[in-house]
């Protein structure tokens, strides 16, 4: 399989020499070629260059890309995007003036969907995450990270990871399963915490380890939710079985969670629509990536994450989706990325860095994804005619995605 795309008006995130991550002042660089080719073969970027030195391919398939871009695909580091049903009704409670916190405590939240996730079959639960992972696919993600958390006991955490499993398998898009061990506390533990934590422990976390699926750990550190202490305990016990953290902190408390992460090497800390010094301070120091969830912020109606105190501290910021039922139900990036220059103020510069090649590390995969760079990965979004990629941030709402190519293949 081979292909060749012609004619692309803005060749963008072009890195002759591989690139993990960018961070501080380099994120408002955004290398493009003008009038450029790109040439695939199998699943792999091959070559790419100034149309005038377009010679000598004999592709299976040429695209014309006249007046469009080509730019790589969205790195989505953190969704939710296994879930049973919906929480609707949650929404119009929202509308009427509950807050997230007021609508968990009356037994909705991630409590409704880990009861609609125990009633909901492995095959069931397969085909209505499929449906959505096929979506987020057409709007342009070619990499993503899901994470479990609606089972909230071992048998449902496990179906969730089976789940997660099986559309790595049977997906073009690349998948990092996340085992979201410690999202929120079952009734039946309310009053026992600990017993909670320690059945983690000794229970969920070695089993979904002998499946061999979850390459992450994460934990919800947050009041009402889990403790630093809960985190340390469970991250110290995923590490046991070498799962890396990337964990929630700081989404409506600072507890701490941010250098307590970054102490366990997280490859990522997400949320942060607080922060605080001592959190600047202890990321500058580690190799941890901050991640924001603007469409959280939208959504919930709760402060942004503080982008421009990140960016300007010197550190790497990465955009993700968190699409998820209770407080993000979106898994479009380029709302996302629109977002994140609207209400965080990056230029469009920094919220395509930080959706692609900064995602692609939040994911520890950046060597593969994120640029266009030979030998990386063949995972791009062919746009609509546009001028400038700052477009895709300018039309908020709009759908720039025209064609996508993921692992090589054009996605029909
Ligand atoms: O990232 N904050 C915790 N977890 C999710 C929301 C989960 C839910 O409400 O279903 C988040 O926002
Ligand atoms: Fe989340």
Redesign the pocket.
């Known amino acids: 399989m081979s292909i060749l795309i012609t004619n692309i008006h803005q060749l963008v995130q072009v890195h002759p020499n591989n690139v993990m991550l960018v961070k501080g002042n380099d994120m408002k660089v955004l290398p493009i070629m003008e009038n450029a080719y790109v040439y695939i073969e199998h699943d792999t970027i091959i070559e790419y260059g100034p149309m005038t030195e377009c010679e000598g391919f004999d592709p299976e398939t040429t695209i014309d890309a006249t007046n469009k871009l080509v730019i790589p695909s969205w790195c989505d580091s ?1 969704t ?1 995007l296994v ?1 049973a049903g919906n ?1 609707s009704k949650e929404f119009v409670d929202k509308i009427n003036g509950l807050s ?1 916190e007021e609508i ?1 405590a009356r037994g909705g ?2 409590l409704n ?1 880990a009861d609609q996730i125990a009633n909901t079959s492995l095959d069931d639960l397969y085909t209505q995450s499929l449906i959505r992972l096929n979506q987020v696919i057409a709007l342009g993600t070619g990499a993503i990270e899901i994470k479990t ?2 089972g909230l006991e071992t048998e449902a955490e496990l179906k969730m990871l089976k789940v997660i499993g099986k559309l790595k398998k049977d997906s073009q898009a690349f998948i990092l399963p996340t085992l ?1 061990a410690a ?1 929120a506390i079952p009734d039946m533990y309310k009053s026992d915490k600990t017993s909670y934590v320690n059945q983690i422990i000794n229970n969920l976390i070695p089993k979904a380890a002998a499946l061999k699926i979850a390459k992450y750990i994460d934990v ?1 550190c ?1 009041k009402g ?1 889990f403790s630093v202490e809960d985190m340390d305990k469970i991250l110290a016990a995923g590490k046991n079985y070498q799962l890396q953290p990337k964990v ?1 902190v700081n ?1 409506f408390n600072i507890l701490g969670g941010v250098p307590a992460a970054t102490g366990h090497n997280a490859l990522s800390v ?2 942060l629509e607080l922060l605080d010094e001592n959190d600047i301070n202890a990321l500058a120091q580690s190799n941890t990536i901050p991640v924001a ?1 603007p469409g ?1 912020s939208f959504y ?1 109606g709760i402060p942004y994450t503080p982008a421009r105190r990140i960016i300007e501290a010197g550190l790497p910021l990465a955009l993700a989706s ?1 699409y ?5 139900p979106s898994g479009n990036m380029n709302f996302v990325v629109s977002l994140a220059c609207v209400k965080m103020k990056l230029s469009p510069e920094e919220a395509i860095n930080a959706a692609t090649i900064n995602g692609a590390y939040a994911m520890g995969i950046s060597s593969m994804y994120g640029s266009i760079t030979r030998g990386k990965k063949a995972n791009l979004i062919i746009t609509k005619p546009m001028g400038h990629y700052r477009e895709i941030a300018y039309n908020f709402g709009d759908n720039p995605v025209d064609q996508v190519i993921i692992n090589g293949k054009l996605w029909a």
Do not use: K, V
Not at 324 to 328: D, F, I, L, T, Y
């Open positions: 953190h939710h879930f929480r997230y968990a939240g991630i969907s958390g609606y979201l999202h919800f947050e939710y929630h989404q997400d949320h969830l959280c919930l968190d998820n039922p209770g407080s993000a």
